[in-house]
């Protein structure tokens, strides 16, 4: 039981690039979530799930886009990196309940 | 969803209690408080949630003012793994299923030997 696996670890991107961040969850979660964290700050909201099929905006959603065609898998779009989204992208999954259960993060630079 | 209020840093030695404070002055009678730690670079990791009644769990307990403007966690003995960023959030009941936490700077606890 792997829980919520992300990858890559890490990606260095040159300004304009593309790349597509994955996340996998084993945990049969209806509900996932995309959050950015920038250096020294708290965690803003993406974009989230709440079933395959169904997404929606979260705080800070521009430059972004998610897809949900299966339980499993949540994955987010860069189309146009920026130097702006330079930060660390975590994961999440929730049952329905107040537990959120974090991935371990993807690193992302942009130059 | 009601606005939290945390000191940036706080430490304390190891093998004492850690209490660390929370004011959610505007919180509405069905916001739960939550609280999430982040040790180092890793993934935020559930620690516990209350609405009015005082929690405890095998990692810390929550105590609640009986007017629910403020709350404390405490980490009753704390170890040099408890060192960690923790967020205290207060948050509407579930709606439709899902919890989007909204999580604010939190508290750096530096726990020394």
């Known amino acids: 039981n792997a829980g919520v696996t992300q990858t890559p670890k890490f990606r260095i991107l040159k300004i304009g690039q593309s790349m597509t961040l994955q996340c996998t969850q084993d945990?049969?979660?209806?509900?996932m979530y995309w959050y950015r964290q920038d250096p020294g700050m708290g965690l803003k909201l993406i974009y989230y799930s709440v079933g395959a099929g169904i997404t929606d905006k979260g705080e800070v959603p521009n430059g972004y886009n998610v897809s949900r065609s299966t339980t499993e898998d949540f994955p987010l779009r860069l189309e146009l990196a920026a130097p702006s989204q330079t930060s660390v992208y975590f994961c999440a999954t929730g049952g329905g309940n107040e537990k959120l259960f974090f991935g371990s993060g993807t690193q992302l630079s942009v130059l | 969803d009601a606005k939290t209020t945390q000191p940036p840093s706080m430490d304390c030695a190891e093998g004492r209690a850690a209490n660390l404070p929370c004011n959610h002055s505007t919180i509405s009678g069905n916001e739960y408080v939550y609280w999430y730690r982040q040790i180092h670079s890793q993934g935020p990791q559930y620690i516990i949630h209350?609405?009015?009644n005082n929690e405890t769990n095998e990692m810390a307990s929550l105590i609640i003012t009986e007017d629910r403007k403020s709350s404390t966690l405490i980490l009753p003995h704390a170890t040099l793994r408890d060192t960690a960023v923790y967020y205290c959030i207060a948050r509407g009941s579930i709606s439709g299923g899902y919890n989007k936490l909204i999580f604010g700077a939190g508290t750096r606890l530096a726990v020394h030997p």
């Open positions: 209350g609405l009015k």
């Open positions: 945990m049969n979660h209806n509900y």
